[in-house]
DNA sequence: TTTAAATATTCCCTTACAAGAATATTTAAT
DNA sequence: ATTAAATATTCTTGTAAGGGAATATTTAAA
């Protein structure tokens, strides 16, 4: 999951969500956050080290776009905890019935 | 996506999937992590206020477990970029459509 | 053929934050 | 009544990483 610790940064969160209504070159995206070329352009790089945006160069322009496989991936993993969010049975019932047993065995010891 | 950034930290992020296996104590979830206690129980406290965990105390013990709704959030946030993953149709094509009017616009003016 | 535009990179500085250590607090055990 | 176990909190320190400024590079424009 290096994606969570790449989007934890507010800026690349941002980036990726602008990149969601289409492709944007580097000045659009700065433009759009208030931000410096320069810290578009650093932003980007991560981005695209953590192959979550890939760039087409035309030009002097570099257009970024959103990649899908790390989202299938995150995706993926949120699969995993599908089983928490039905609230119905709740493991922590169970978890109390391990520990009164422990308990128990404690006190017969004595 | 404050979820995000707390979840970035790997040892948050790792108690996080011990937790999707049930519930657990600080001492179990540091055991497992190998880290020290007073360091589990600083993480679960982020986790706690993030509203990610939250815990129900026996006696001296704090059994945490997760709690549903962040995951719901991200799993509707994580939704509004299903449309990237059909890979048909790339808006890369409609951007560079785009921007050679642009240029054909700047041309006329010469 | 110089100048301007778009982007990337490097260096420095500052700040946020995780780890360590020590300690407090609550409850159980003896 | 003491001692031990489980957990939380506070203080300090080291470090990773984001922002600023300056500059390099490539391509277009005049």
Redesign the interface.
Known sequence: ?KM??V??E?NR?HIVELL?D???TVGEIAEQLGIRQTQASKHLRVLSEAEIVEV?A?AN?R?Y??R?ER??E??TW?E??RS??D?RF???D???HK?QEKEKKHGNKK
């Open positions: 999951m969570i610790s989007l934890a507010p969160l969601r289409g492709p944007l087409t035309i322009r257009i776009k959103l899908p989202f299938k995150l995706n949120l995993s905890f928490i969010w609230e709740d493991r922590l169970d978890y109390l520990l």
